[in-house]
T-cell receptor, first 112, second 115 residues
Framework: DQQVKQNSPSLSVQEGRISILNCDYT??????FLWYKKYPAEGPTFLIS?????DKNEDGRFTVFLNKSAKHLSLHIVPSQPGDSAVYFC???????????FGTGTRLTIIP | DAGVTQSPTHLIKTRGQQVTLRCSPI?????VSWYQQVLGQGPQFIFQ???????GRGNFPDRFSARQFPNYSSELNVNALLLGDSALYLC??????????????FGPGTRLLVL
């Protein structure tokens, strides 16, 4: 039973345009959501998070939107840059033991 | 400051063997978690240790075990290796266990291939 789903395994975007990565979750009790970015041969790196009490969080070129009624979150990257090419994971922590449940990831490729 | 370090970086084993993977957390971090990432999937939680005590265990068989040392470094052991254990094993550290929003910092992983 996947608690966190990323239905797009890959996405290609022109440099300078907006990249939108999507994530759906099943448990309405989740109260925190995170996005991690992973380059080959490296571990995942924390990118941005959002609390369930908010519907938007922005950090530079990265914005995460949360739609609680739809149990959906999205990561917007604008403008997209070649260095953004990586695999992006959404994740939710299980409060109490720091277990992170990850989605399957979306491979983002920025085309110069 | 050094990040999370893991050793070895790559490992090849045969079925039935045993393997030990090592992780050193960021200085000052007391919590270490282990994840398994198979190709095409997201990382799957295996264990979390905090102050040398097991805090959480994922849905993995008893062939998987771990421990945390007084200096907060950790080892993951896998016995009786199966082909399906081939994966990237990630270690993550954080300051303290139990806070859902606390950032976890991942090491580069150990890539295990079981033949």
């Amino acid at each position: 039973d996947q608690q966190v789903k990323q239905n797009s395994p890959s996405l290609s975007v022109q440099e300078g345009r907006i990249s939108i990565l999507n994530c759906d979750y099943t448990n309405s009790m989740f109260d925190y959501f995170l996005w991690y970015k992973k380059y080959p041969a490296e571990g995942p790196t924390f990118l941005i998070s959002i609390s369930s009490i908010k519907d938007k969080n922005e950090d530079g070129r990265f914005t995460v939107f949360l739609n609680k009624s739809a149990k959906h979150l999205s990561l917007h990257i604008v403008p997209s840059q070649p260095g953004d090419s990586a695999v992006y994971f959404c994740a939710v922590p299980n409060f109490g033991n720091e277990k992170l449940t990850f989605g399957t990831g979306t491979r983002l490729t920025i085309i110069p | 400051d050094a990040g999370v370090t893991q050793s070895p970086t790559h490992l090849i084993k045969t079925r039935g063997q045993q393997v030990t993977l090592r992780c050193s957390p960021i200085s000052g971090h007391k919590s270490v978690s282990w994840y398994q990432q198979v190709l095409g999937q997201g990382p799957q939680f295996i264990f979390q240790y905090y102050e040398k005590e097991e805090r959480g265990r994922g849905n993995f068989p008893d062939r998987f075990s771990a421990r945390q040392f007084p200096n907060y470094s950790s080892e993951l052991n896998v016995n009786a290796l199966l082909l399906g254990d081939s994966a990237l094993y990630l270690c993550a550290s954080s300051l303290a266990g139990g806070t859902g929003g606390e950032t976890q910092y991942f090491g580069p992983g150990t890539r295990l291939l079981v033949l």
